[in-house]
Every structure is written in C-alpha cells, then in structure tokens.
C-alpha cells in the first residue's frame, strides 16, 4: 500500500506525468490537500497524453497543479503562508540524461536542504530511488559506497534521520506508470526499489563545560564539569515520574526481590562528587574533576564564569583523565583530587551507619556512577547502578548470598529471556578486560563471591557474553553489631539495553521523544530505531610517542571521546611501527565517527578531527605525523 503520513499538505516534486500524484488523491480523497509540481512547463508536459488526462484530474478535485518548480529552491515558489508542508514526495530523483552519481548525490543534498526550509516540524520526506542508489544495507545487491548516492548522508547536511524504508512497488499505487528515463517519455525499471523516509533530527549542539557546586567537610566547592557529562547530570532518569526503561528495570528488580524480603529504599541523596583525601579506597578509574580555588563562589559570579570561561576551559585531560596535577589550595583548607563518583559501593559504611535495618530487610539504592573506560557501543563511562544491601549473621553468610542470587536470578531471567539471553551467576574469576569493560569499579573492598553474566546470540559481539553485576561480602563490626553485609551490584543500562534490544548504550540518553514513547507505561519492548543506516565516518590518526610502554591506550580513548562529544564508536589500532635509525615508535589509529540519533556531516566530522588532532598534541605530549 501507499505509505502515507496522517497529516494533510502533500507536496509532490519533481513529477513526470502526475501518475503518481493522481494516485495519492483517488487514495485519500479530499482527506489530503495535495499541492503536485513539475519541473518542465505545462505546454511541455501536456504533450503526453496520460500526464494532461491526470493533471485535469487532479485539478478537477481540488488539487494544486504548479510547473516549473525547481526542488532545490522550493521557498522561491512558496509564500511562508503556504508552507509547513505535512509531508514531502520525490520519486526517482535524477539530473537527467547521463547524469553521473556526483550530480545525483549533489541534487539529494540541496532537496534535502529545500525541504528543510518549508516542511512542517513533524513532516516527513519520501525519496524513492532505484535498486542500489541509496547504499544502505536495505539494498540489494548492495553498491560499493562510493558509488551509491548515500541518501542518508546527504540527507544528514540538511538536518535529516533516515525513520523508515520500505519497498516501492508500483502494483500497489494502482495507476502509477514511472516515466523519464534519459529525460525522455520512457519507462524505467523500478523493481528493487526502495522507498526512504526521512524526519527531522534533533540539532547537534556541542555542548560547553558548566560549573557546578557541592558541599565537601563543610565547605562550598565549585568545579568544572566536562562537557561530555553536562547533559548525564541531574537527567532524573529513576525519578517516580519517569517512564525511562532503566527505571522500569529498577523497580521491577525491586518488585521481585520484595518476594523474598521486605525493601527499604534509600532516598537520601549521595554526592556526586568525591575528595581522594576523604576516601579510603582508590578507584582507578576514576573520572578526576578541575576544583575551582573559591571556598564561598557567588552563584552570581559562577554564572558569569560559565559563559566567560568556557571557551578558554583548562584541559580537563590532566585533571580528570588520571594524569597526575597535584593538589590544590584554598585558604587554610586543603583540596583533594576530586572525582565522580565511580560507584556506589562506597557509601556502604555511610548507609549502613545511617540506616536502621535488620537481617530480615534488603536496603536498596540506586544512580549515577561514572567510569574511565575504553569507547565501545556496549560500555558506557556514566550509567545507573543498583545497589542492594542486606546485614547477615556469621555462619549464615552462603545461605543469605545464595537467595540474593536466587531472587535476582527469577526476576530478572523472564524479562532476558524474552530478548534471547541466559542470564547465569558463576564463581569463575572473569577475565579483568571483561571486568573492567562491563562492571563497576574495582574498590577492592571485599573478594567478590558471583559474578551475573549473561550470554545470547546477539549480532554485536560484545553482547553475546557479558557482566552486568556481582554478589559479595564485606565485613561490618560496629560497637553493637558483628557481621557481615550481603550486597548485589548491578548494572541497570546494560540490563536495559539487553531487555530492549539496544546495541549503543548512547541512545538511552537521547532527547528525542521518539525513544521514550516507546517505552511509556513501564513497556520494555524491543526498541525499534528511528535513525536507520546512520552513516559513518572513517578517519585515520598517526603519532609519534615518546615512550611507548608508557602510553596509555585508555587516555587515548578519553581524549578522543572529549574532542568528538561521544560521536567516535570504535578505536582501533591499525599499525605499530618503529623507525629502524631513530628508533622512534609511530602509532596509527583508526576512528569511526557514527551518531546513533542525530544527523552528523562529513563537515562536522572535519572540525572533530581537526580538534582531536591539536587535542592530543596538547594533553598527550604526542607528535603528530
């Protein structure tokens, strides 16, 4: 059937004989305004029968009949009253005669460009294009990228996503006769083709380090936070109005783990934000913060700072990235290092202390943590941890373990079950690559008793065997009490991710609409991605390094990170190479740019990589080549 959007303005471009057109109105009838245009004259048109017996149809029942319209200069032919166009038609687009795919793939880029100018906000486009022309992987066969017209590319340089695409079959447009090959009255083949529809993107803004304040042994700290983190803080995304999928986990966690013990939720907020000299554990990989040297900043002052200071922010890769800076001053106090929290694990001792509950309640809490890791789709440096605590008397320690992970087992392996994983807990020491890729910090305050894998036959490999928490003991004397605590550590984005069926941990925090209504009263369906065939780009880093048994291919992944906002997607090392006279040791490296929700330009990508490359001269003390 004809895909048609629900809305009513219809503009068709780029029409040969008004089949297509003629169409659309005996489908939707006076349901539709439908504004149908042409690119040659009406003397010129109305020379083939069939185009002159449906332009008077169409005008017979109401429809626009508009020639020589130019689709790369729609606004010209429309006044502003008459645009907000619902949705956007172009079948077959083509420069004509012999045109050549750099023609077509310049004529897509400056549509896409027009219809961003007079289509509505929630309109749609529809480009139909022949077998093979559009490089996606709905293509088949598929062309070799450099000569296909990457729709969804030059569609991006407009602000557009690739929503949907779907077969074009013109059995199912009933009177439809395709017409122009070679700019002539002659058919074409259609069969194969595909139809795409494009919707706007949400703008790619990059975003700029903000301050933020906290409150360390009494005293008001500012500090500087990232720009990659600035919109993962204070998201609320386990707040009792959110329909986030990671808070539907976390409260049907706590549901089925409510079966065996009463819950005790603690609501209380934790710091985000952590002093090394105040914590007796020291995570390694940790996410350091700049600490601006004000006991008492006024908000007023700080405000103005964020929006000065921003374009001059010192380079967060010797404070935050591991990279040693030394301590800091103020006044007669001493600042620590600062850093994210990398866990929640480590106000146990607060919470404990804190909180009246006995052998017989869980204590339950949850949010935030942040982590220095290595890029990949399915290891995010900030996710959601859930925390669940439980006081044990000795000798009862494997008995309490054993029905903690017996009830994490039965609540959680229906809801895997239905995505196709196993979830299973297992004694084995994993890997540490596995462990530092996929749980939290390694805080070394207890030796961890069961670690919760998961195993499917997912497509992304890092999905099919992976961590998602741990069980284990810690001890607890207290002047009253000797024991010690149960807890259950889980990862509750990559549990989301696995239920939904979401490959890139990026996208559970998109603003688009479009990925939380899908998930609103509590569904954890599979998630069906509103930007199909995001393009990607593919660039090549080479450096000189000083020492290369020294260099830290994490720090690597860190800067690129900052430098790209989050849009690089994998880091592979592709050469190592030693100059046979100076002995000088070359790295090359290759990036892969790829924006899961929004439109990102080859143009875009440039202006990162350009930053990177001045980015690491700078914070890596590398040579570029």
Same mark, same amino acid.
């Given at each position: 059937?004809?895909?048609?959007?629900?809305? !009513? #303005?219809?503009?068709?471009?780029?029409?040969?004989?008004?089949?297509?057109?003629?169409?659309?109105?005996?489908?939707?009838?006076?349901?539709?305004?439908?504004?149908?245009?042409?690119?040659?004259?009406?003397?010129?048109?109305?020379? %083939?029968?069939?185009?002159?017996?449906n332009i008077q149809y169409l005008r017979d029942r109401g429809a626009e009949v508009h020639f020589c319209v130019d689709c790369i200069e729609l606004k010209e032919h429309f006044l502003p009253s008459e645009r907000d166009f619902d949705c956007i038609y172009f079948n077959f687009p083509h420069c004509g005669r012999k045109a050549g795919v750099?023609?077509?793939?310049?004529?897509?880029?400056?549509?896409?460009?027009?219809?961003?100018?007079?289509?509505?906000?929630?309109?749609?486009?529809?480009?139909?294009?022949?077998?093979?022309?559009?490089?996606?992987?709905?293509?088949?066969?598929?062309?070799?990228?450099?000569?296909?017209?990457?729709?969804?590319?030059?569609?991006? $340089?407009?602000?557009?996503?690739?929503?949907?695409?779907?077969?074009?079959?013109?059995?199912?447009?009933?009177?439809? !006769?395709?017409?122009?090959?070679?700019?002539?009255?002659?058919?074409?083949?259609?069969?194969?083709?595909?139809?795409?529809?494009?919707?706007?993107?949400?703008?790619?803004?990059?975003? !700029?380090?903000?301050?933020? %304040?906290?409150?360390?042994?009494?005293?008001?700290?500012?500090?500087?936070?990232?720009?990659?983190? #600035?919109?993962? &803080?204070?998201?609320?995304? *386990?707040?009792?109005?959110?329909?986030?999928?990671?808070?539907?986990?976390?409260?049907?966690?706590? $549901?089925?783990?409510?079966?065996?013990?009463?819950?005790?939720?603690?609501?209380?907020?934790?710091?985000?934000?952590?002093? $090394?000299?105040?914590?007796?554990?020291?995570?390694?990989?940790?996410?350091?913060?700049?600490?601006?040297?004000?006991?008492?900043?006024?908000?007023?002052?700080?405000?103005e700072k964020t929006v000065r200071d921003t374009e001059n922010f010192p380079s967060e890769f010797h404070d935050w990235n591991g990279i040693d800076q030394g301590s800091w001053k103020n006044g007669d106090w001493f600042l620590g290092r600062l850093y994210l929290r990398p866990s929640l694990l480590i106000f146990l001792p607060t919470v404990?202390?804190?909180?009246?509950?006995?052998?017989?309640? *869980?204590?339950?809490?949850?949010?935030?943590?942040?982590?220095?890791?290595?890029?990949?789709?399915?290891? @995010?440096?900030?996710?959601?941890?859930?925390?669940? *605590?439980?006081?044990?008397?000795?000798?009862?320690?494997?008995?309490?373990?054993?029905?903690?992970?017996?009830?994490?087992?039965?609540?959680?392996?229906?809801?895997?079950?239905?995505?196709?994983?196993?979830?299973?807990?297992?004694?084995?020491?994993?890997?540490?690559?596995?462990?530092?890729?996929?749980?939290?910090?390694?805080?070394?305050?207890?030796?961890?008793?069961?670690?919760?894998?998961?195993?499917?036959?997912?497509?992304?490999?890092?999905?099919?065997?992976?961590?998602?928490?741990?069980?284990?003991?810690?001890?607890?004397?207290?002047?009253? &009490?000797?024991?010690?605590?149960?807890?259950?550590?889980?990862?509750?984005?990559?549990?989301?991710?696995?239920?939904?069926?979401?490959?890139?941990?990026?996208?559970?925090?998109?603003?688009?609409?479009?990925?939380?209504?899908?998930?609103?009263?509590?569904?954890?369906?599979?998630?069906?991605?509103?930007?199909?065939?995001?393009?990607?780009?593919?660039?090549?880093?080479?450096?000189?390094?000083?020492? @290369?048994?020294?260099?830290?291919?994490?720090?690597?992944?860190?800067?690129?990170?900052?430098?790209?906002?989050?849009?690089?997607?994998?880091?592979? *090392?592709?050469?190592?190479?030693?100059?046979?006279?100076?002995? %000088?040791?070359?790295?090359?490296?290759?990036? &892969?740019?790829?924006?899961?929700? !929004?439109?990102?330009?080859?143009?875009?990508?440039?202006?990162?990589?350009?930053?990177?490359?001045?980015?690491?001269?700078?914070?890596?003390?590398?040579?570029?080549?």
């Amino acid at each position: 059937m004809i895909s048609l959007c629900p809305q !009513k #303005r219809l503009l068709l471009v780029g029409e040969g004989n008004f089949s297509f057109s003629a169409c659309l109105c005996k489908a939707r009838g006076d349901k539709v305004h439908i504004i149908a245009t042409c690119y040659e004259s009406e003397d010129i048109v109305s020379r %083939q029968e069939l185009a002159k017996t449906n332009i008077q149809y169409l005008r017979d029942r109401g429809a626009e009949v508009h020639f020589c319209v130019d689709c790369i200069e729609l606004k010209e032919h429309f006044l502003p009253s008459e645009r907000d166009f619902d949705c956007i038609y172009f079948n077959f687009p083509h420069c004509g005669r012999k045109a050549g795919v750099k023609k077509n793939k310049e004529l897509l880029a400056r549509f896409f460009c027009s219809c961003a100018q007079v289509l509505a906000e929630k309109g749609e486009v529809h480009v139909a294009l022949c077998r093979g022309q559009g490089g996606t992987p709905a293509d088949q066969p598929r062309r070799e990228w450099h000569n296909s017209w990457q729709v969804v590319a030059m569609a991006a $340089e407009a602000g557009f996503i690739l929503n949907d695409i779907h077969p074009f079959s013109p059995r199912d447009a009933g009177g439809y !006769k395709c017409t122009g090959y070679r700019s002539q009255d002659k058919s074409f083949c259609v069969e194969g083709a595909l139809n795409h529809i494009f919707t706007r993107s949400h703008l790619l803004l990059l975003p !700029k380090p903000l301050i933020c %304040q906290t409150e360390l042994e009494g005293n008001l700290v500012s500090f500087w936070v990232p720009e990659i983190f #600035r919109d993962k &803080i204070n998201r609320g995304f *386990l707040d009792g109005h959110s329909e986030h999928p990671v808070r539907t986990v976390n409260e049907k966690l706590h $549901e089925g783990l409510g079966k065996s013990l009463p819950i005790l939720k603690v609501n209380r907020p934790l710091p985000l934000v952590l002093q $090394e000299s105040g914590c007796s554990y020291f995570p390694l990989d940790a996410l350091w913060m700049v600490p601006i040297a004000e006991i008492n900043p006024d908000p007023e002052t700080v405000a103005e700072k964020t929006v000065r200071d921003t374009e001059n922010f010192p380079s967060e890769f010797h404070d935050w990235n591991g990279i040693d800076q030394g301590s800091w001053k103020n006044g007669d106090w001493f600042l620590g290092r600062l850093y994210l929290r990398p866990s929640l694990l480590i106000f146990l001792p607060t919470v404990v202390q804190q909180t009246e509950f006995t052998s017989e309640t *869980l204590l339950a809490l949850s949010g935030p943590v942040f982590r220095k890791c290595k890029i990949s789709p399915c290891t @995010p440096p900030v996710f959601h941890e859930a925390l669940i *605590l439980c006081a044990v008397n000795k000798g009862l320690e494997d008995t309490r373990v054993q029905l903690l992970v017996d009830s994490i087992h039965g609540t959680l392996s229906p809801l895997l079950e239905a995505a196709g994983f196993n979830l299973g807990c297992t004694t084995d020491e994993p890997d540490p690559a596995e462990l530092s890729a996929f749980l939290t910090s390694e805080l070394q305050l207890s030796k961890r008793k069961y670690f919760i894998a998961l195993k499917s036959d997912a497509s992304d490999p890092e999905l099919r065997s992976c961590y998602v928490g741990t069980v284990g003991l810690v001890p607890w004397r207290s002047a009253s &009490i000797d024991c010690k605590i149960v807890y259950a550590s889980l990862n509750l984005d990559l549990l989301a991710m696995c239920i939904c069926g979401i490959c890139d941990w990026r996208i559970l925090w998109t603003s688009d609409e479009r990925f939380l209504n899908q998930f609103s009263g509590g569904n954890l369906g599979l998630f069906a991605s509103f930007s199909l065939y995001p393009p990607s780009y593919v660039h090549d880093l080479s450096f000189w390094v000083p020492d @290369p048994e020294r260099f830290d291919e994490t720090q690597l992944h860190a800067v690129v990170r900052h430098a790209s906002c989050e849009l690089v997607v994998s880091v592979q *090392l592709l050469d190592r190479f030693q100059h046979p006279e100076t002995e %000088q040791t070359s790295l090359c490296y290759r990036l &892969i740019y790829q924006s899961c929700d !929004k439109a990102l330009t080859g143009q875009q990508v440039a202006a990162m990589q350009m930053k990177l490359r001045k980015e690491m001269a700078r914070s890596l003390h590398v040579t570029l080549r």
